[in-house]
C-alpha cells in the first residue's frame, strides 16, 4: 500500500478511506443526531492527522487506527460541537451526574469535600463543553472540539476535570522553599550526625562521581520503572494510589519497586567500577575500588545535593528524550 | 552468616538512600526540562491502556519527570474507581429498569406515559391470551375430557383428533394436549420495515418448523422456514391434505385450498397471492372462533415470513450457528453483518456488485454468498468478502455464467452451489476447484 502523507487534505482523506468512513458512520449511529457523514469524515481525519503528525503513516495504519476510535463517542462530541440540541440533551441525561460524582471523588483526592463545590467543579465544564463565541457573532468554539474518539467521552472529561484542578492546586499552593525544608532523615544519618566523621578531602569527588553514575543508571531505566520511583519517592504516593495510577496491583508495584531500586544500585556499583574515559576536555576518570565505592555510599546516606537537570546534561547515556 | 545478614541490609540501606536521592532530584527538575505535557485526551488514553507501546513509553518518559502530570494521573485514577453515592445507584436502578422502555427517560411529569405504557403492557398479553383460551376451547369442543362412552351429537360435526384443522397442526403440539401460555403472537407479529427476524425470534422460528416437521408431510412442506434461515426466499406453504371424514365445513375448504394451490416450485416466491390456507379460511364463514384465532395466528406467521423478505425486497438472511451472528445481503452486491441478533446492522465491503441470491454461515465467521450471473465470495473471518472463481465448466459455450440459486456450506473450504438449472458444484479446497456432483 502507497504511503499517504499524515496531513492528507479533507477531499483526499475521504476518498481514500470513504467505505470505511460509511462503515464507522453506521457503528457510530450518528443518523440520530442528524449529523452529517461529512463532518464525521472531518473529525475522523482531524483524529488520524493529530496521531500521526510529523509521522508517515501508510493506508493500512491509519484505517487500523481509525478502527480503533471510540466512534459512537466521537459522534455524540461532534453532535454536540456542532450544536445538535437532541445530542446535548442526550450528553446531558448521561454525564451529568457522572461528571458531579467524578468531581466529588477528585476533590476528595486532594483533601478537599463539598456537594455544593463538586458541583461547581463539575458544572464549571458545561459551559465550554456548549460552546462559547470567541467573537460577538462568530461560531461557538467548543472543547468536544478536542475530543478525538482515542479514549471513551467520559474518561476523557474526567481528565479534563483532573487536569484543571490540579492546576488550580499548583496556581494557589504556597511554595515552600526546599532549602528550609526539613529533610527526612534518610536511615543511618542520624547515627552519622551523632557521630561525625573527620572530614573526608575525597568526599567531593566522591559524591560528584556518585551524582554522575546514579544520572546515568536512571536514564538507563525503563519509563515505568523510573516513573514509579518518581510516584513513590517524590509525590509519596502509597503502593495502593500508585497501583492505581498505573493499572497494576499493589503487590506488582512493591515488587518492582524493589527490583528497580536494586537495579539502580548495581547500576551506580558498575558504573563507579567503570569509571569514565576522556570525553569534551574531561580528563578520564578511573573506576572506583569496593572499599572507595562503600565509601561514596556511605556519604550518599548523608546530605547530599543531587541536581538532576544538570546531571541529565552531562550524561553519557543515550537521552531518555 | 551475620556478616551476610549486615551486608544484605547495608545494600538495602544503600538502595534506600539512592531512590530517595532520585526522588528528590525529579521533584526538583524544572518543568521546561520535561517537555510538552500530553492533552487530556493522551492522559485519558494512558489510563484506558489505549495508547500505542511506542507512545505509551514516550509519555511514560514524560510522568517521570513532570510531577505536574502525576498528581493529573492519580486525581485521574481515584475520580475513575470512585465509588457512586446512594442517589448515583439509585439512579443508576432507575434507568436500568426503564432500559427497556426508552420513552421513559425520567422526567418529571411523564406520569401518563408510563400508565399509558403499564396499559400497552396489558394489552400485548390480551391478544395471546384470547388466542390460547381459543385454542383450548376448541380443544375441549373437539375432545371433552369428561365424555368418555359413545359419541354425542357434537361430536359428529367435529374433526377426528387424528386430523388436524388446517393451518393448526404447527401452532397445536401433539405431545402436550393442554397448551402452555406462551407469548407467540408477539413474536409473530409482522416487523417494520428494516428490520430483520432476531435471534430470539430466530429460535421460536426453529422450535415452530421442528413442531412442523413433527406433523404430516405436507405441513413440513407448508413451513419451508428451514429454507428461509438458509438464505433462500420462502415459499407459500401448499394447504395440507384434506381429512378423510372431514365435516363438510372444513372439507369445503380444503377443497378450495387444494383448487387453488399456487403450483409455483418452491425456490420461487409467490409474494403477490395470499396462501392457499387464507383463502379456505375466508370461505369457512362457520368456523369457530378459536379457529379464526388460529387461523389468524397462522396468517401472522406467515405474513411475518413474508415480512422477512417484503421489508426488504430482494434481501436475503443468513444466520450463523449461534443465532448471535447474522448476514443480510441484497442487491448490488450489498452485504451487512450484525452480531448482536439483528439489532443493529454494519455495512461491509463487497467484492462484486451481482444480486446476491443465497448464502449459508456454517460457522459464526464464515459465510458463503452466492448469486447473479455467477456470483460467489466468502469470508473467512467475518469481516472480509473476498470473491470466489465460479466453476469454469458452469459457463457453458456461450461464456456465460449461470445464476446460482443455492449454496449450502459445511466449512470455510467446503461448500456446495446449485445453479438455476439445478446443477450443483462442490469444492473442497475454497474454490479453487470444483467438482460437478
Redesign the interface.
Known sequence: MPQVPALASHAAFSAQHS?LI??LY??A?CARWELPQDSFAEALRRSADKRFRNAQAGHLEIEAYLK?LRVADLGLACACAAGCETAWEFFV?EFR?ELR??????L???GQSGDARAEELADSLHAELYGVRTTGTGPRKSLFE???G???LS??L??????R???L??TNAKIVS?ETEPESD???LSAARANPAPPDPDREMYLSRLGRA?SEA?AGL???E??M???????Q?TLA?IG??L?EHESTISRQ?DR???A??ES?VAILRRGWAARDGRPAEPGLDEAQIERA?EY??ED?P????R??SQTESPG?? | MNENKNNESRARLHEEALARRVGKALDRLLPAGTGECPDAELIAAYQERALQPDEISQWENHFADCSRCRKILAVLAASVDAPLSEKEVARLGELVGVAERPSLVEMPGKAKQIRRNRFDWRVRWLAPALGIAAVLALWFAVRPPWHTAGPSENLIAQARKSEPLPGTDALIPKEHPVLEPRPAAPALTPPPANRIVSGKETDELKTEIARAEAAPENAKKGLANSDLLNGKPLAPPPPAPPPAAATPQFQAADELANRNAPGAAPDSPARDKPPARERADEIAPSATGAAAAISKSTRSMQTFSSALNTANLGEILIAAPSGKILWRAGKAGKIQRSVDAGRTWILQASPLTQDWTAGSAPVDTVCWLVGRNGAIARTADGEHWAQIVPPVQASGGASQLPDWAGVTAARAQDATITSSDQKRYRTQDGGQTWQLQ
Do not use: M, N
Not at chain 1, 101 to 106: E, H, K, W
Not at chain 1, 158 to 163: D, E, M, S
Not at chain 1, 306 to 309: A, V
Open positions: 467505505q460509511e462503515i453506521v457503528e449511529k480503533s441525561a451526574s460524582s467524578a468531581a466529588r471523588a477528585i476528595r483526592a486532594s478536542y475530543f478525538h482515542r479514549s471513551k474518561t476523557w474526567h481528565a479534563v476535570l483532573a487536569q484542578h490540579v492546576d492546586l499548583r526546599l534518610a536511615p543511618g546514579l536512571l525503563p519509563a515505568r523510573r516513573l520511583l518518581a510516584c513513590y519517592y517524590t509525590d504516593l494510589e492505581r495510577t493499572r519497586l528497580t531500586r536494586r539502580l544500585r551506580v555510599f550518599a546516606l547530599w543531587f541536581d538532576l537537570s546531571s541529565l531518555k528524550r
